[in-house]
């Protein structure tokens, strides 16, 4: 039975199943010493520590924070960023209770040693006590004035212990729910508490690298650890109390002599930060999660490194369903494959052999074989039932980078980094033909269904078509402008789709080569393309974390699949197309099943430009408005003051690189004088869906003086200016071909211009520029935390980002030059991080992005994820968000970011920036359109000139998100 994946109308759905993590965040050893759980991504697994094996694994269906079994280890308990807590049954592998009522992430969690009592602290702000059998709410614990990252109970069960970013603990009587003692001392956050029962001594690991021991009955400090060189974010008491064990972000694991505050042990150059640390129950290893996936195991007596666990893997490159759907097989970077069951989603096996990442699998039409090919040259071929090596080969002295089993299974069709596709024999592992005619690698290989054709796709930018009983060259087809990396012949072999790295997929006629379309809607490279109902429905995979769901003969944009938070390197659909895998840079592999139930998507319209409150002074305007549908797709209704505009007033210009950004051009000449003018746009679909109208308000200024008048005198310097630039070109964690080239120049220029305000329009201007190696996380928010504390109500704070960006789990992280994209919440500087500084700030603020999410490839700065409006949506609310401690004065916000929706940020030689800096620049060094009457720069004004100048310059490719969150103001007068 084949189920629909595919409705009329576009429709997003999320996975069924997510397998695999790409980080390590959390940890814990239960009681008894024999279980172990993890978990950081989106999955939990648990250990049998005692038989070395994992025995269960749980989907919480969000990212993992934090994990703790109950004293009696009957129950697991989850942190997660729901947020909520997921308590789980060890004894049946089934969720037992969601406890409910925190308003953000659950970042930790702690049972009361009686186990009476569960714990969890918050991004919120807040603690909760629970009632750890029933699940009731017991108290809500509030005082603390930030995240909670840090919870202990005492050894009698009595007190509760937290500790969070603002820099404090709190002893808490879990009977009265009331606040005993506070302590102070960390001069930064307070990421984790540790207590040894016996003696009553709490420890805190904190982000000013040291760790503080403390007499929790006096409130004294009793010593102060040193030696961590980073933030420290991990801390466990060893069973006897001897020992205390610390990791954090200096990648190392530190083990103190109490006795003597001395190290033990020091474990360094670890490959990620260290997140999560444990003792074994009888004290003699010590566990250390990191966020590079890896749990490594040390001998507390000799220092000896014996064991490293992963099951939390890394990149994802191949995915491959097996022929009757059971078993679904993955790729991994860390040169393993994995099996799993495709109905519960537990491991079956992990084949090791290879050295290197795992780029290619495909399993034999009999489902006997699995072939996998790596970048470390070799193939092998395993035995599926015993799961052994039946042979492995080297094809060349490059990586292998396709493979494919011909329909009777007799032939192995194998691509590597040079320009012959090979064929080899599946029972002798012998090479029987070389087929040349390409002049790079191959990237994509498929075999007709009959087995008489091979089509090939290179770096080259072609696609070959082959005879595979001669090894005759039979056509070459071309068009694509970069590397073919994806390629699927139909079934009833009519057509042949390919997808490149140029983002675009194009359908061919088979045999003959015809090039029938050309589909454009990723913004990413085409990882994968395959044919499904009966070749009616194309589905291609890319870059741009999205799956698009095409039909074969229009090309109409159907429906897509969401849930990766980063690249999609491969897809696949079972046999039955009952299911769909996808592997991710994310490090999950998510799969999903045929939905039952399609529904209609409602139209939604945003007006990107102009701005509200912006003045017109001609008789007609351009509108540009971002839909969530194509734009062909959809109808608009335009009304002016109440009037409808009909269809012959006006003209769509539709993008071909954004389907959903409109321009329309607008005719004001039947407006009244009225100094109003008030614009409504709605989007209606061809089956009625309607969506609610996008309405903005313009100003229409009184007629011109016949006389010019006069310009006003310039504002007396008054207030300073506080501005923070931070561009990096380069970063620590990132390749060379992930550098950028204008970032550090951007903000040095800007630096420049507003200098030159010192004296005309502001009495002072403090700058602080930090780029590249300088743009440390730990740099960007001390320069953030000097300027909080000195910026007054009369003064002017301007942030500037110009860099990389990237998005995880919903939440958007400006990538500092020490960053690792790896470990996005450890070291990237956090939205949350952004809006409390943008909200909290105590004077005029505009925060300015320019960061987003890809490569400096091609003139294209960064491809913008539609989260970036997620982080510009929660600032715009950041100043109802956070306690305000502020003056009664009222100060004023805006955000101007480079892009929004899902548009590109461009950056060109002949600027000599980002269009979105040059912009900025032009207006600063006196551009007359985007000046008021009396010369000066408004932040309307910029944001009015920045919206229309960057669309022409990039040619309506890249649409600047803008938001002034209060009424106009001026800030600057520059020089004409």
């Known amino acids: ?130 009632d750890a059998t029933t699940g009731q709410l017991v108290h809500v614990l509030a005082g603390h004035a930030g995240a909670i990252q840090g919870l202990q109970f005492s050894a009698n069960s009595t007190e509760l212990y937290s500790g969070g970013n603002d820099k404090t603990i709190r002893i808490w009587d879990v009977k009265t729910g009331k606040t005993v003692h506070i302590l102070q001392g960390h001069t930064d956050n307070i990421n984790e508490l540790s207590l040894e029962e016996h003696s009553g001594v709490l420890a805190s690991a904190s982000g000013d690298r040291t760790i503080r021991l403390w007499d929790v009955k006096t409130g004294q400090v009793l010593k102060v650890l040193t030696g961590h060189t980073n933030r420290v974010f991990a801390l466990k008491f060893s069973p006897d109390g001897r020992w205390l064990a610390s990791g954090g972000r200096d990648n190392t694991v530190r083990i103190w002599d109490l006795e003597q505050g001395k190290e033990k042990h020091l474990w360094s150059n670890l490959t990620g930060v260290v997140t999560t640390v444990r003792f074994s129950a009888d004290g003699k290893q010590v566990f250390a999660g990191s966020d590079d996936s890896f749990i490594r195991v040390w001998n507390m007596e000799n220092g000896e490194k014996e064991a490293t666990l992963s099951n939390h893997t890394g990149h994802i490159r191949a995915v491959a369903f097996s022929p009757d759907g059971t078993v679904l097989a993955s790729g991994h970077r860390e040169s393993k494959v994995i099996l799993w069951n495709t109905r519960t989603g537990a491991v079956l096996n992990t084949l090791e052999g290879h050295t290197q990442a795992i780029s290619a699998l495909n399993f034999s039409p009999d489902g006997q074989q699995l072939a996998s090919g790596s970048w470390d040259q070799t193939v092998r071929l395993w035995d599926v039932t015993t799961r052994r090596t039946i042979a492995s080969f080297q094809p060349s002295r490059e990586a292998v980078h396709s493979l494919t089993y011909s329909p009777d299974g007799k032939i192995l069709a194998v691509g590597t980094g040079e320009a012959s596709v090979q064929l080899w024999d599946t ?50 087809l071309e068009g694509h402008t970069s590397t073919v990396q994806a390629i699927d012949l139909s079934k009833n072999q009519r057509y042949l789709a390919t997808g490149s790295a140029d983002q675009t997929v194009r359908l061919w006629s088979f045999p003959d080569g015809k090039l029938l379309k050309t589909l454009q809607g990723h913004t990413g490279f085409v990882a994968s393309v395959q044919f499904a109902s009966g070749d009616q429905t194309l589905i291609t995979a890319s870059g741009d974390q999205r799956i698009l769901f095409w039909r074969t003969e229009t090309g109409q944009l159907m429906s897509s699949l969401l849930g990766n938070t980063d690249r999609i390197f491969s897809m696949q659909l079972s046999q039955d197309e009952t299911q769909l895998a996808a592997g991710s840079a994310d490090g999950t592999l998510r799969t999903w099943l045929s939905p039952q139930v399609t529904k209609t998507i409602k139209p939604e319209v945003t007006i990107l430009s102009p701005l509200r ?143 030159a305000q010192r004296s005309k329009f502001y009495y002072d201007v403090d700058t602080t520029v930090l780029i590249n190696e300088e743009a440390t996380l730990d740099q960007i928010i001390d320069a953030m935390d000097r300027i909080r504390r000195r910026a007054r109500p009369e003064d002017t704070v301007i942030t500037f980002f110009s860099g990389h960006g990237e998005t995880q789990e919903g939440r958007y992280y400006v990538i500092a030059h020490d960053t690792n994209p790896q470990s996005l919440r450890r070291t990237g500087l956090p939205q949350d991080e952004l809006v409390a500084f943008y909200g909290s700030v105590n004077a005029n603020a505009i925060l300015m992005l320019d960061t987003c999410r890809a490569g400096g490839i091609n003139g294209v700065r960064a491809v913008s994820d539609s989260r970036v409006d997620g982080l510009v949506r929660a600032l715009q609310v950041s100043e109802a968000a956070i306690p305000s401690t502020h003056s009664s004065v009222d100060v004023k916000k805006a955000i101007l970011a480079a892009t929004g929706g899902e548009s590109f940020a461009y950056e060109d030689a002949s600027w000599g920036n980002g269009a979105f800096t040059k912009a900025i620049l032009e207006a600063l060094r006196g551009q007359r359109s985007a000046l008021n009457p009396e010369g000066q720069l408004s932040v309307l004004g910029l944001g009015s000139w920045v919206g229309y100048r960057v669309k022409q310059l990039t040619g309506g490719k890249q649409i600047p998100n803008i938001q002034i969150r209060s009424s106009d103001w001026t800030i600057a007068a520059p020089d004409q």
């Open 1 to 130: 039975m084949t189920l629909s994946f595919f409705p009329a109308h576009a429709q997003e759905y999320s996975p069924e199943h997510v397998l695999g993590s790409g980080q390590l965040l959390t940890m814990d050893i239960s009681r008894s010493g024999r279980w172990m759980a993890s978990g950081g991504g989106r999955y939990i697994v648990v250990y049998d520590l005692l038989h070395h094996q994992e025995t269960l694994r749980f989907d919480p269906a969000s990212l993992t924070y934090d994990v703790k079994f109950s004293p009696d280890a009957k129950v697991l308990a989850a942190g997660t960023q729901l947020p909520e807590v997921q308590l789980w049954n060890l004894e049946t592998g089934k969720p037992t209770l969601k406890l409910k009522g925190h308003t953000d992430a659950v970042y930790a969690l702690a049972f009361s040693p009686d186990g009476r009592w569960l714990a969890s602290g918050s991004a919120d702000q807040s603690v909760r006590v629970w």
């Open 427 to 476: 029972q002798t592992a012998r090479l029987i033909r070389l087929l040349v005619g390409h002049t790079s690698g191959i990237y994509a290989l498929d075999f007709s269904g009959d087995g008489k054709f091979l089509v090939s796709g290179s770096a080259d930018k072609t696609i070959r078509i082959w005879e595979v009983q001669t090894g005759k060259l039979l056509g070459t």
């Open 613 to 755: 409150n912006a003045q017109v002074n001609s008789p007609s305007i351009d509108l540009w408005l971002m839909l969530n549908l194509k734009a062909s797709d959809v109808s608009l209704q335009v009304t002016i003051n109440g009037q409808k505009v009909e269809s012959n007033t006006r003209s769509i210009g539709v993008s071909a690189s954004n389907p959903n950004v409109v321009q329309l051009d607008l005719p004001l000449s039947n407006t009244d004088s009225s100094e109003n003018i008030e614009i409504s746009v709605m989007a209606m679909t061809k089956d009625g869906q309607e969506s609610s109208p996008a309405t903005v308000l313009l100003q229409k200024p009184v007629k011109k003086q016949t006389a010019p008048a006069e310009r006003a005198a310039p504002e007396k310097p008054s207030g300073k200016l506080f501005f923070l630039g931070i561009g990096v070109n380069t970063y620590q964690f990132l390749p060379a071909d992930r550098f950028l080239k204008y970032s550090v120049k951007d903000v040095q220029d800007l630096a420049k211009e507003f200098e």
